[in-house]
């Protein structure tokens, strides 16, 4: 069975710094990411690595995040900077296979607040 945890979480003030961290049960992904759902809106892209740490952010987290992987630990992060109440959204881990399937951990939510 795969599974994505993350961690890393929680309450932040405006300008701070939180470091997600995403567990993955199985070295199987081509492409690890991270996406976040604000409060009342959809799910969309963070950003996201490939298996030869090629990366993309989307324009909101481009200059203050920053995702890398451990192949060794099969864990994958996402440092966040400058962290602006704008940024307030549950973080979900995402994995895609070789042949397109996605697994999601459950999340874990941050709150920047002052």
């Known amino acids: 069975q795969v599974q994505l945890v993350e961690s890393g979480g929680g309450l932040v003030q405006p300008g701070g710094s939180l470091r997600l961290s995403c567990a993955v049960s199985r070295s199987i992904f081509s492409v690890l990411g991270w996406y976040r759902q604000p409060p009342g809106k959809e799910r969309g892209l963070v950003a996201l690595?490939?298996?030869?740490?090629?990366?993309m952010y989307s324009d909101s987290a481009k200059g203050r995040f920053t995702i890398s992987r451990d192949n060794a630990k099969n864990t994958v992060y996402l440092q966040m900077n400058n962290l602006k109440p704008e940024d307030t959204a549950v973080y979900y881990c995402?994995?895609?296979?070789?042949?397109?399937?996605?697994?999601w951990g459950q999340g874990t939510q941050v709150t920047v607040s002052s």
């Open positions: 690595i490939t298996s030869s740490n090629r990366t």
């Open positions: 995402n994995g895609v296979l070789a042949g397109g399937g996605h697994y």
